[in-house]
């Protein structure tokens, strides 16, 4: 130790022993920091790196040792050999080289220390080399101890300087291992110095080749600029990997996936920003060492994950450690769906992929709704009403169960579409379908088109369970409707089947609900009826009416009966030709009963042509030229050539047309509006008279009135026949009375049957009445006083 000092203080120059110690510090600060770049890359990038930081180190260690030697002065003139100065740098670079390499071997927990203890090693091998170069006139000789002590402290620091260094790229370990690495350089060379002592022999002369003090310098200044241009190389290319890097975390952090990669020990390694963003997590609790536990738990905080997040844990530590890839699709408390895919990807390492997939998700949810339901009520469609009645099938035959179809009806729907819009129809069919669902009280709801509804009621006895859903639905469509402004009704035909007594399959209960379905609106509308076995009787029954309809023109089996309509002195004005069928094994047939049929077969057309001749006729041979009023299907106007026809016969029969009078109802107008509204026009134009048929049922609506002039009003007999039961009945009639009167246009009341009714008219001074109590419906042979031809008979007779 007493030597170490000795040489310490009076055989350096000072300035020289810190410039020796500037270039090991910034040697050692270049060698550590590109020794940390080696740790963070593989393969050949990391050859390339050790290389590197080899050659800073050892040039360091050597120029070091160098720059210490020219602060050595013992006295005597001092020459240096190449081979072994060279040999000695070789050495250094080398065996630092070899110690970086051994530290940086993966999987082995001694690599680091026993790397940096080669790295030691290294030191001292470049000292005793370098010593060895050294040519002076005398011996020189060593103190064993001390040479063991520079080795151990060359060995033990270095070793300490590495194990530093692969714990952390921190600035905090970088500048710990760089002064280790330092302390490493210069206890080795100083300690060593001191073990050696020069004993002057003259007669050693030193070799003239060797090189001088001022060469030596030389070759010191080559190996510090060797130094700083690793230095600038490491800089530069560090400069290009964080360039890299912050090009690689822009992309990473606009992906549209959130991205996660933890290490070996699960804890996080990097994760983008679009993954914090994703599951609003603070990144001062997720970030780089944070363990997966901490992280799950602060999702389970921020996003209520609806899982137990230590299973969660486990089941993602168990796959990422069996190597197995690890996807699910989650869906969180907010509405999100999101697609999590982690995979391991070596070393232990494993990265998390997380998509948002709500947007596809929900179109593709969108896109199967609109496969199975319809888009104005956004009810269940045909589609999935007929699986959902199939699996009601299914399911009640596995059961033993029952259950009901209802099928429904709105009445009276095209007259809203036409009167009032479209727009006000679709208004009505979607508040219908809102009232029919919240009646049905968890039954199927499904709209089948149009204004069809369909239920099926699951739950519960049959067929008491749909006999008090009917009443819940009639009652639910009570309640006017406001749409657009217009108060509407909207009145329900219900038909009912009933699994299993009513039909077994699909076929069969779908076809005999629609049996009762047409029960319930041919006798009245606005009622419910349950299917019975006679209804599919009555359908085939009338399907065998409307073959027989077929033949009853040519079999001569229809005929004219004629109700005469008076004046309110009483006097019979004209007579309304009504049609009738004399069937020729079922009697009498009302034309309440056979006109729908004649309607719906298109029959209407041959008979309806068949009616205007044979009233027009009929008319045209009165000695009286009397009115004759015809009623007029409104199929009549939507085939053919009506006024045409109108043309023909009052030509064929010679009826004056001021004479007939034509009876319209609503049906009419609805439909082809404007062309009806020309054909009346066209009519018109031949001489005769228009009159509005049953008004005050149907919507009756003013704009009908206002749309044509027509000739006459005829109020419908309901509301006279209910004229003592309600009080209403009276204020409508007093209404059309009075609008009649500002339009200028005659109101008839018809269905007459007592005089009271007959005076409340003349009170209200209405313009003419027709009824039982002026004359039933009859042959006109029994009108033949009125009409003139009983005259005519008698004076021929
Ligand atoms: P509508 O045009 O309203 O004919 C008047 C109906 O009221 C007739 O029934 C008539 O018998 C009945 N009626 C008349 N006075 C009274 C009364 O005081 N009390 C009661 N309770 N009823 C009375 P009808 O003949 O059975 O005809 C029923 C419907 O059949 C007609 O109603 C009309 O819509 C249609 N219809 C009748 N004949 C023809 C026709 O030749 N062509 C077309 N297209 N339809 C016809
Ligand atoms: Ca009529
Ligand atoms: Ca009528």
């Known amino acids: 130790m007493f030597k170490v000092l000795t040489c310490l203080t009076v055989d350096h120059d000072w300035r020289l022993v810190a410039l020796a110690a500037l270039t090991c510090l910034v040697a050692s600060v270049t060698a550590i920091s590109l020794f940390s770049r080696a740790r963070a890359a593989r393969g050949r990038v990391r050859l390339v790196w050790i290389a590197t930081a080899a050659a800073a180190g050892g040039c360091g260690v050597w120029a070091t040792h160098f720059i210490a030697m020219l602060a050595y002065s013992p006295g005597v003139p001092l020459g240096y050999g190449i081979g072994l100065t060279a040999l000695s740098l070789v050495a250094a670079i080398t065996i630092t080289g070899v110690g970086f390499w051994i530290a940086l071997a993966d999987d082995w927990h001694f690599a680091a220390p026993l790397g940096g203890a080669v790295v030691g090693g290294g030191i001292a091998v470049m000292h005793y080399t370098g010593m060895s170069a050294l040519e002076v006139p005398g011996r020189v000789t060593w103190d064993i101890p001390i040479v063991v002590a520079s080795i151990a402290f060359g060995v033990v620091l270095g070793a300490a300087a590495l194990t530093v260094a692969v714990r952390g790229d921190g600035l905090r370990h970088l500048t710990a291992s760089a002064l280790l690495l330092m302390l490493a350089i210069l206890s080795c060379h100083f300690t060593a110095m001191g073990a050696a002592s020069i004993v002057p022999d003259p007669t050693q002369i030193v070799d003239t080749s060797s090189m001088s003090p001022a060469m030596l310098a030389l070759a010191v ?133 997380h998509e948002d997939i709500t947007d596809r998700k929900r179109t593709e949810r969108l896109i199967a709704h609109m496969a199975h339901h319809d888009s104005l009520t956004d009810l269940p469609n045909r589609a999935l009403f007929v699986e959902q009645l199939q699996r009601s099938v299914d399911h009640a035959a596995r059961e033993k169960a029952n259950f009901a179809l209802l099928c429904i009806d709105l009445d009276r729907f095209k007259e809203v579409n036409d009167v009032f819009g479209h727009q006000t129809g679709d208004g009505l069919l979607r508040e219908v379908a809102e009232r029919l669902q919240a009646a049905a009280d968890g039954a199927f709801v499904a709209r089948l088109g149009g204004d069809e509804f369909t239920l099926i009621s699951a739950e519960g006895p049959q067929p008491a369970t749909a006999e008090a859903l009917c009443e819940r639905l009639v009652a639910a469509m009570a309640r006017d409707i406001e749409i657009g402004g217009h108060l509407l009704r909207a009145g329900l035909s219900v038909g009912v089947a009933i699994y299993p007594m009513d039909g077994r399959d ?109 009233a027009c006729r009929e008319a045209a041979s009165w000695p009286n030229p009397l009115q004759v009023a015809i009623n007029l299907s409104p199929v009549q106007f939507q085939h053919g050539d009506l006024p045409g026809l109108v043309h023909a016969i009052l030509l064929e029969t010679g009826l004056k047309s001021g004479r007939l009078e034509l009876e319209i109802t609503e049906g009419v107008l609805i439909g082809d509006y404007s062309r009806a509204i020309s054909i009346l026009g066209r009519l018109k134009t031949l001489g005769v008279r228009i009159a509005m048929d049953d008004f005050g049922t149907g919507y009756s609506s003013l704009s009908y009135l206002q749309a044509f002039p027509f000739d006459k009003i005829k109020i419908d007999r309901a509301f006279v026949s209910n004229l003592e039961q309600r009080g209403q009945s009276a204020a409508i009639i007093r209404a059309v009375i009075g609008l009649g009167r500002g339009l200028d246009l005659p109101v008839v009341a018809e269905g ?34 009125i009409v003139g031809a009983g005259a005519k008979r008698r004076a021929a007779g």
């Open 506 to 614: 699909m076929q069969s209960l779908q076809a005999n609900a629609d049996a009762a379905l047409y029960r319930a609106k041919s006798e009245g509308r606005g009622l419910v009826r349950f299917f019975q076995p006679n209804m599919d009787e009555s359908l085939r029954e009338r399907r065998a009416l409307q073959l027989d309809l077929r033949s009853a023109l040519e079999r001569h089996e229809l005929y004219l009966d004629y109700q005469p309509q008076a004046d309110m002195a009483g006097t019979i004005t004209g007579f309304e030709a009504l049609v009738r069928w004399r069937h020729p094994t079922r009697g009498l047939i009302a034309p309440g009963t056979f006109i729908p049929i004649a309607e719906e077969s298109g029959l209407i057309i041959p008979i309806g042509e068949w009616i205007l001749r044979e």
């Open 221 to 353: 200044a080559n190996a510090a600029l060797a130094i700083l241009f690793a230095s600038l190389a490491g800089a530069l290319a560090d400069r290009r990997v964080r360039d890299k890097e912050r090009q690689l975390a822009t992309a990473v952090n606009n992906m549209a996936q959130g991205v996660v990669m933890f290490d070996d020990d699960h804890r996080l390694a990097v994760c983008n920003d679009r993954y914090l963003e994703m599951y609003d997590l603070s990144p001062h609790v997720v970030k780089p060492g944070c363990t997966l536990e901490q992280l799950i738990d602060e999702r389970v905080r921020r996003n209520g994950l609806k899982r137990d997040p230590k299973r969660y844990k486990e089941e993602l530590v168990a796959a990422m450690s069996s190597g197995s890839t690890l996807s699910a699709t989650v869906e969180y408390e907010d509405g999100r769906v999101i697609y999590i895919v982690n995979r391991p990807i070596g070393n232990g390492f494993w990265v998390g992929t």
């Open 752 to 785: 007459v049957e007592t005089s009271d009714q007959l005076s409340f008219l003349i009170s209200e001074a209405c313009s003419g009445v027709q009824g039982y109590l002026i004359g039933r419906p009859a042959s006109i042979a029994t009108f033949g006083d």
